[in-house]
């Protein structure tokens, strides 16, 4: 009796699920960083799905395939830049090291992700257009960035690399002062993102006020 030959499955035609799934993303991300860059140009309020599709060249029923409203993509954007500083933050504090030099790195982070699409978003939009419930999760990461900063001065304090303050005031100021950047920070501008954080961290923690050579940090 002849052997027979076993046939082939046919390919299928479509992707493996999990490369579908890593397209979509991609996908996603392009919805949410064309969206960012739009809201950094021209404001929340200003910006339609229509605009956002338009700048894609895809349909407005298409971003419903990625999205479900314009708040979910703020909630989204404004959280992607959060978790940025967040993670970076927690992996410098994992780290260990001096207090200073931690503080400096945490500085480094949060200019960084101000000068980028999702971290502009936080600064020029942020959570004030989303409602209420959403914006708790937005307030409570916030918060935990906060926090790193307020016990990294404490902790300067404590080695006698700081002069005595308020941590609370303290870490407000530098918050404030490093969050302003992402107002002004333009891509094509003089300073590349690491020049505005080296000088950003050299005024913040050493001032204007001319010293003596002896005071000068290396």
């Known amino acids: 009796m002849p ?3 076993a046939v082939p499955a046919s390919a299928s035609p479509w992707a ?5 799934a890593q397209q979509r993303e991609v996908k ?3 919805v949410l960083r064309t969206a960012a860059q739009l809201f950094n140009e021209r404001g929340f309020h200003a910006t339609s799905l229509d605009d956002i599709a338009e700048r894609l060249n895809v349909s407005k029923p298409t971003l419903y395939y990625y999205i479900e409203n314009k708040d979910q993509i703020l909630l989204e954007c404004v959280k992607m830049a959060l978790d940025l500083m967040q993670t970076g933050i927690g992996e410098v504090r994992a780290a260990g090291g001096s207090a200073i030099d931690q503080l400096k790195a945490c500085m480094r982070i949060y200019s960084g992700v101000v000068t980028q699409d999702f971290g502009m978003c936080v600064i020029r939009i ?3 257009p989303l409602p209420d419930p959403l914006k708790k999760e937005l307030r409570r990461l916030k918060a935990g960035i906060d926090g790193h900063f307020r016990r990294l001065i404490e902790e300067g304090v404590a080695e006698g690399a700081l002069a005595p303050c308020d941590p ?3 870490a407000f100021m530098l918050a404030g002062a490093l ?3 992402g107002r002004w920070y333009r891509p094509d501008g ?4 690491d020049q505005i954080a080296d ?3 050299e005024l913040l923690l050493n001032g204007v006020l001319q010293r003596a050579p002896s005071q000068v940090n290396p």
């Open 16 to 20: 493996p699920a999990d490369r579908r």
């Open 190 to 193: 003089d300073l590349t993102p």
């Open 126 to 128: 942020g959570e004030d």
């Open 3 to 5: 052997r027979s030959t």
């Open 28 to 30: 996603r991300m392009a």
């Open 179 to 181: 969050s302003w950047i």
């Open 168 to 170: 609370k005031m303290a």
């Open 199 to 201: 000088q950003g961290i």
